[in-house]
C-alpha cells in the first residue's frame, strides 16, 4: 500500500475536533434562537404592543362607528389575540338595525368590524319627517329624515305587530316589484285585520292582505301585462286574483285573470 493514501490517527483528530465543535455551535444557535424567540413572543403579548391600536368600521350608514365600537367592548387596552370573534360579534349584532356583523384580525394592531345593516323598506310620516322602517320592522328614530321614493310610503300601521309582518313581507319581495309601490295602506276589518290597499306608481290599486302579500305580488307584472293600460282600477289579491275597474258599472262581472292560479285560502282575521 502507497504510504499516500495512509492517514495517521494524529492527524485526523483535529479535523473531528473541529467537526464536532462546529455542529455543536450550531445546535447552541438553534436552541438559542428558539429560547430568544419564545422570550420576544411572551414580551410582545404581555406588552401593549400587542393592544389594539386601530378599530376600522365599514359598511355602516345609520348607526354610527362610535356605537359600533362601543357595542363591541373593544377598546386600546384590549389584547389583539385575546379577541373572541364570535363573542364580539354577538355583543353587536344585538343591535336591531344591523342584520349581519364580521370581526377581522388584521395585524399588527388593527380589528375590522364589517356590519350589513337591515334594508329599508318604506317609509312612515309624520309631523317633521320621514322615518324609514327596516326589513326586521324597527323605526329609524330620525328628525330629519326626507323621502327619495326608493320605497313605499307605509301608513295606518298603529299596531307593531302588524307592521313587523308587513316589514317582513316586504323584504322578501323583489325590488323591481317593491319599486312600484308608491304607498301602502293597513285597513283592517272585523273580518279580516290583515287587509292593506296600494298606490301603485303605474295608477293601478292593488287590494290584498299581508298573510303571504310577497309571493301573491310577485305575479304583479303578470297581471298588469294581460289589462289595457288604459283602463286602470283595483287588482284584487286576496281570496282569487280578478281585475275591477273604476269605469265600469256596479252590476257588470268582474274580470278574471288568467293564467294565474287563484288563492282559494280563506279569509283570516289574524
Known amino acids: 500500500m502507497s504510504k499516500k493514501n495512509i492517514v495517521s490517527i494524529e492527524d485526523r483528530i483535529p479535523k473531528l ?3 464536532r465543535k462546529k455542529k455543536a455551535n450550531r445546535r447552541l444557535i438553534f436552541y438559542l434562537s428558539i ?10 403579548l404581555q406588552s401593549p404592543l400587542s393592544h ?20 363591541s367592548n373593544l377598546t386600546t387596552d384590549t389584547n389583539i389575540w385575546t379577541i373572541n370573534r364570535a363573542e364580539t360579534e354577538q355583543l353587536i349584532n344585538k ?6 356583523v ?5 395585524l399588527p394592531w388593527t380589528i375590522d368590524i364589517h356590519v350589513k345593516e337591515q334594508q329599508i323598506i318604506g317609509y312612515i310620516r309624520n ?7 327596516l326589513g326586521n320592522g324597527e323605526i329609524l328614530n330620525v328628525t330629519n329624515g326626507t323621502f327619495n321614493g326608493e320605497a313605499p310610503l307605509i301608513y295606518g ?19 323591481s316589484i317593491r319599486n312600484v309601490i308608491s304607498e301602502i295602506h293597513w285597513i283592517p276589518t ?5 287587509t292593506v290597499l296600494l298606490y301603485m306608481n303605474d295608477g293601478y290599486l292593488v287590494k290584498g292582505t299581508i298573510r303571504d302579500f310577497a309571493e301573491k305580488m310577485e305575479v304583479y307584472p303578470s297581471i298588469v301585462a294581460q289589462l289595457d293600460p288604459e283602463e286602470k282600477g283595483i287588482i284584487h289579491i286576496g281570496v282569487g286574483i280578478y281585475f275591477e275597474s273604476f269605469n265600469q258599472e256596479e252590476d257588470e262581472d268582474m274580470t278574471e285573470i288568467e293564467g294565474i292560479p287563484d288563492n282559494e285560502e280563506s279569509t283570516e282575521s289574524e
Do not use: C, W
Open 17 to 19: 475536533k473541529q467537526a
Open 35 to 44: 429560547f430568544f424567540f419564545l422570550i420576544s413572543i411572551i414580551v410582545y
Open 52 to 71: 389594539i391600536k386601530t378599530i376600522a368600521v365599514n359598511g355602516n350608514t345609520y348607526v354610527t362607528d362610535e356605537e359600533i365600537i362601543e357595542s
Open 95 to 100: 343591535n336591531p338595525i344591523l342584520e349581519s
Open 102 to 106: 364580521k370581526v377581522s384580525r388584521k
Open 127 to 133: 309631523e317633521t319627517a320621514y322615518k324609514p322602517v
Open 157 to 175: 300601521f298603529d299596531d307593531e305587530e302588524y307592521l313587523h309582518r308587513m316589514a317582513e313581507e316586504l323584504k322578501e319581495l323583489p325590488g
Open 190 to 194: 272585523d273580518e279580516n285585520k290583515n
